[in-house]
C-alpha cells in the first residue's frame, strides 16, 4: 500500500551514474569527483552533467573505507548530495550534485543477494512556507539498526538527518501548497560493489531521492480490503521481518485476486496476525485498540510508533501483544497505518472463504480520530507538543 501510494505519483527519478572524467558545462551544477578505491585499482568517478530539466532530484552518500576492508557507501542531492569517506570507513561530508542515473556491476550485491535497505518519510509545506520533516531522525536509527543485521555501513543518525535536510531544501520547489500534498523522500542503503559469491559487497550507496506526491484520499476515504494468508508467510523468527530490507516486499508486488493487500499470519502458530505486507494493523474494540508486538518478524513503523502514541493522549488504551485472526470477527474498526496512506480504513477482510465488514464509506470513528491528530501535527496545523517535527527554512 505504501509503494503504491507513492508511486502512483511518482515522476521520472534519475541517480548518480559512474562516468569518465569530464569538464562542467554552464548549464549543469558542478560536481567534484570521488575517489573510489577497490583491492585492485583506482578508479575516478564524476557525476554526468545533465541540463537543468524541472524534475525532482536525488542525493547520494558514498563512503570508502581506507583501511583494508574496501567498504564504501554514497549520498545525492540535485541538486545532489555524495560524501567521502574517512580512513576508519565513517562517513563524512557531502555536498551537492546533479540528479541522474547510476550504473552498477551485473555482479553488484543488491541485484545479486538483495543486500539493500530502504526508507521511506515525507516534508511537508505550511502557510508560512516553512518546510517540516516528521520525525526523520526514528528512520536514521532504523536504517542503521537494519544495516548491521545486513552488515552492511551506515551513516550516522546525524548524517542521516542533514543528508535528508539538505535534498529536501535543494528540492524545496517540489515540496506541494498546504493541504495539496507532499514531498515524499526515499533514501536507499544499497551494496553497489561487485561480489560473486555470499559475501558483504565490497562497496555500498546510500543515496536518498524525492518526489511530490498528491493526497492519498483525493476524492473521498476508499477503505480497502484485504485477504488474510494463511499458508504462506511473510518473515520468520530470527529472519530479516523486523527490517526494512528490499527483499521483504518483493513477493507482496503483485495483489491477491483483486485484494488491496494481503495480512500475514505467523509461521509458527498460523493464527497470530503480523503485518499487511507494506503497513502494520490494528484492531479496535470499544476503548481499546491491539496491534501485533514487535518482536522480529514485524517492521517496526514509525507512523505505527506515533499512532499508539496519539491514541493513549487521546485516553484509548493501546495494548502491544500477540493478536489472533478471529479478534478480527468481532472488532469495531480495523485500520493500517504507513508513511504514505498514514491511516487506512480496513473496508473488509476475508479469512477462510469468510468476509467480514466494517464499514464501506470511510474511517471509522477511532481511525478518523486517530488520522486527523497526527496528520494536522505533521502539517503544522496543531501545536507539536510531542517535538516530532523538524522545521527546515
Known amino acids: 500500500m505504501e509503494i503504491n ?5 511518482f515522476q521520472p527519478n534519475y541517480l548518480l551514474r559512474p562516468s569518465p572524467r569530464s569538464s562542467v558545462s554552464s548549464t549543469a551544477v558542478h560536481a567534484p569527483t570521488f575517489l573510489h578505491r577497490s583491492s585492485s585499482q583506482r578508479t575516478r568517478f564524476s557525476p554526468p552533467l545533465f541540463h537543468k530539466i524541472e524534475v525532482s532530484a ?14 564504501k557507501s554514497a549520498v545525492v542531492l540535485a ?38 535497505l530502504f526508507e ?5 509545506r505550511k502557510e508560512d512556507d516553512t518546510i517540516l520533516l516528521f520525525r526523520p531522525e526514528e528512520n536514521a536509527l532504523r536504517m542503521k539498526q537494519g544495516a548491521e543485521r545486513m552488515c552492511m555501513p551506515s551513516p550516522t543518525v546525524e548524517q542521516f538527518v542533514e ?27 544499497m551494496g553497489s560493489g561487485a561480489v560473486l559469491g555470499l559475501a558483504p559487497a565490497p562497496e555500498y550507496t546510500f543515496l536518498i531521492y524525492v518526489s511530490p506526491v498528491g493526497n492519498y484520499f483525493k476524492e473521498g476515504v476508499a ?6 494468508e494463511d499458508k504462506l508467510h511473510r518473515a520468520t523468527p530470527g529472519g530479516t521481518g523486523g527490517v526494512k530490507t528490499i527483499g521483504n516486499y518483493a513477493a507482496s508486488a503483485a495483489k491477491a485476486n483483486g485484494y488491496s493487500d494481503v495480512l500475514y499470519l505467523d509461521c ?3 493464527k497470530y496476525m503480523e503485518e499487511v505486507s507494506s503497513c502494520n494493523i490494528f484492531v479496535v474494540k470499544g476503548n481499546v485498540i491491539s496491534t501485533p508486538a514487535i518482536k522480529g518478524t514485524i517492521l517496526p513503523g514509525i507512523t505505527r510508533k506515533s499512532i499508539i502514541d496519539v491514541a493513549r493522549s487521546q485516553g484509548f488504551q493501546v495494548e502491544e501483544r500477540l493478536v489472533e485472526v478471529e479478534e478480527l470477527l468481532d472488532a469495531d474498526e480495523v485500520f493500517c497505518t504507513g ?38 501535527l505533521q502539517m503544522g496545523l496543531t501545536e507539536d507538543k510531542m517535538n516530532w517535527t523538524v522545521e527546515l527554512n
Open 163 to 189: 543528508a535528508v535536510k539538505e535534498t529536501v531544501l535543494a528540492n524545496k520547489r517540489w515540496v506541494p501548497p498546504p493541504g495539496k500534498g507532499s514531498l515524499y523522500i526515499r533514501p536507499l542503503l
Open 58 to 71: 536525488s542525493a547520494s552518500y558514498r563512503n570508502v573505507n581506507e583501511a583494508n576492508s574496501p567498504f
Open 79 to 116: 541538486d545532489s548530495y555524495r560524501d567521502g569517506p574517512a580512513q576508519d570507513g565513517s562517513f563524512s561530508g557531502g555536498e551537492l550534485q546533479r540528479f541522474g542515473n547510476i550504473e552498477l556491476s551485473p555482479s553488484a550485491g543488491v541485484l545479486n543477494y538483495g543486500q539493500g
Open 339 to 376: 508513511t504514505a496512506v498514514v491511516v487506512s480504513p480496513v473496508g473488509s477482510i476475508t479469512y477462510k472463504a469468510k468476509r467480514v465488514s466494517y464499514g464501506l464509506d470511510g474511517f471509522g470513528a477511532v481511525s478518523q480520530q486517530l488520522y486527523s491528530k497526527l496528520t494536522r
Open 223 to 228: 477503505p480497502i480490503n484485504l485477504i488474510v
Open 5 to 9: 501510494a507513492v508511486l502512483a505519483h
Open 268 to 270: 509458527v502458530h498460523k
Open 120 to 124: 521511506g518519510l515525507k516534508a511537508y
